[in-house]
């Protein structure tokens, strides 16, 4: 049950060569990476949690030891294993333990559901399933439905993967794997049905936080605050962990990321970076107007995952006395960042632009065909550290990339002459709460499965800034179905709180677009529309 590259996911051999010979794929794989950490930064402070204050020795001798324990339950190079903890020292630990195994992580979020998770388990026919009690997965009902599960382990407070001692001595091997391997596989919010999987390489996992880490000019001195979920290749890689542990710099993880602790948090350790989504950073910047927060050490504020409008940007440049950087990345590969030096208008209203020389952005119209510089079209991709195809996806892979290989983003953009984009908008039926990608067919699928429920179309509500919420409109034969109802009922599906409805809308017909399919567009319209007086 090895996690390997399919013919639909795989890089031409000529590709292959072209990104070795300049550069940006090396020989290392992320074994590699994390073992030098322990003897290149040794004594430097790695990871500082409410609990913990380790140097890199001790981080990766814990990963080590867990490591060891996994390899003696039977996990071997290859294979993959759920990983789903919230941001804490053990989300690390596991993480680490599992690259020096050579063992693929699944990274699921800690919001995902029984329903989420064994669709995961099954597609990348998980061995192992790593969680905590807090996210409430029935390990029973999991292996009993992914036969290849074999064993379940759940850290909790007083049992933790960092202290599991029992059995393991040594070190573990370097394991057989290759960089052109599949080191761990991402979720995608996908754009259709369940979540996808996103095989991201060594060679090409390590090119993204390395080059990433070296665009944000990180050092030994910084000190990363780990604020979004530690699962999104955002915090994960964009520099994040890796790219800050990778040079030296420690991680600190607050208890959670409400602004209060998350504040504290940054004085107490001087912390330097951060990742937010809009949303988060929203909220942050409304407390920071009563609490007065230290944030004299921070340097740099990314922000990405959806738009941030200009006005937020200048706000957060302001409160937070540094640098602000937009990044437009997705977990597919392609990473736009404004540059530490970029003049603050484009800092303000841009999302950046490619990580990459040789990333090849096209902006496309409808035919395939690139439109003019500063022309609105679809954003299609291929580079060094973007994905050829999804895991186990081949009729989708069909739909979701150009025969040449470029991965059609789905996103509308504007491109500048500097190179940087805009995000305009987006031809995907997603609905993007909270950073969130969330499809609207699956959704309507759960709805549809609701027995009061006849038809459904799900669409974006736009809130404050860019931000937006799931809007269900459903057609039912029960006028008293409430929203309440509906969430009860996605809650019995075991579907993962972030994507249950915000607001239920009763209507007796979808409009239609020419060719009948759901004009959502005018769905949205109708909706939003306050009813008219008397009528
Ligand atoms: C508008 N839309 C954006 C932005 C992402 C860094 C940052 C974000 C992600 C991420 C990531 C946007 N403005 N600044 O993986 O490493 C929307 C687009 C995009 C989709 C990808 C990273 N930044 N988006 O958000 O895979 O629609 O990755 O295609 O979760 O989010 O979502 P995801």
């Known amino acids: 049950s090895r996690t390997v590259l399919l013919p639909d996911m795989r890089y031409s051999d000529d590709v292959q060569t072209r990104y070795r010979q300049r550069g940006y794929w090396g020989d290392e794989v992320l074994s590699d990476v994390v073992r030098a950490w322990a003897s290149r930064h040794a004594k430097r402070t790695a990871l500082l949690t409410e609990r913990d204050d380790w140097d890199f020795v001790t981080l990766v001798a814990r990963a080590d030891r867990f490591g060891c324990h996994l390899a003696a339950r039977g996990v071997s190079a290859g294979e993959a294993v759920i990983l789903q903890h919230r941001n804490d ?109 996103i095989a991201r390489t060594h060679a090409d996992y390590i090119y993204n936080f390395r080059a990433s880490a070296a665009l944000c000019a990180i050092t030994a001195e910084d000190s990363y605050l780990a604020a979004l979920p530690m699962a999104h290749n955002f915090p994960l890689g964009c520099p994040g962990i890796l790219g800050t542990l990778d040079r030296g710099g420690s991680v600190v993880v607050p208890p959670s990321s409400a602004a209060e602790e998350a504040f504290e948090t940054i004085a107490r350790h001087r912390a330097t970076l951060t990742a937010l989504v809009p949303s988060l950073a929203a909220l942050w910047l409304e407390a920071a107007e009563w609490e007065r927060p230290d944030l004299s050490s921070m340097r740099l504020v990314q922000v990405g995952g959806a738009k941030l409008d200009a006005a937020t940007a200048d706000q957060l440049a302001s409160k937070f006395g540094c640098v602000i950087q937009q990044v437009f990345g997705m977990a597919e590969g392609l990473l736009n960042f404004t540059r530490l030096d970029d003049p603050p208008d484009l800092i303000a209203a841009t999302q950046g632009r490619p990580l990459c020389d040789d990333d090849e952005v096209r902006v496309v119209d409808d035919r395939g065909q690139d439109v003019p510089t500063g022309d609105v079209g679809e954003l299609l991709v291929r580079g060094p550290y973007t994905i050829r195809g999804y895991y186990r996806a081949t009729d989708y892979n069909r739909q979701a990339f150009t025969p040449d290989g470029f991965y059609r983003s789905g996103d509308r953009v504007r491109r500048l002459a500097s190179g940087h984009l805009i995000v305009e908008g987006r031809i995907k039926d997603v609905i993007n709460r909270h950073g969130e990608s969330i499809a609207a067919d699956e959704i309507e699928a759960c709805l549809r499965d609701h027995p009061a429920v006849r038809d459904a179309a799900v669409f974006a509500d736009q809130l404050a800034g860019y931000d937006e919420a799931i809007h269900a409109a459903v057609i039912s034969d029960d006028a008293t179905l409430t929203l309440n109802d509906v969430r009860a009922f996605f809650a019995s599906l075991r579907v993962a709180a972030y994507k249950w409805p915000d607001k239920l809308s009763h209507i007796r017909q979808f409009p239609l677009t020419p060719i009948g399919k759901v004009d959502k567009r005018q769905l949205a319209t109708l909706l939003r529309e306050p009813a008219a007086p008397n009528t």
């Open 89 to 197: 020292t053990d989300f690390i630990v596991a993480l680490l333990a599992l690259l020096l195994l050579g063992a693929v992580p699944v990274l699921a979020l800690p919001a995902h559901q029984q329903r989420e998770v064994t669709h995961v388990a099954e597609l990348a026919t998980a061995v192992c399933y790593l969680g905590s009690e807090h996210a409430g997965i029935d390990t029973v009902a999991l292996q009993a439905a992914v036969p290849s599960l074999c064993f379940s382990l759940l850290a909790s407070p007083d049992r933790r993967f960092a202290d599991w001692s029992d059995d393991a001595i040594g070190s573990l091997p370097r394991p057989a794997v290759r960089p052109e391997d599949i080191a761990l596989l991402l979720l995608s919010g996908g754009t259709t049905g369940m979540p996808k999987l």
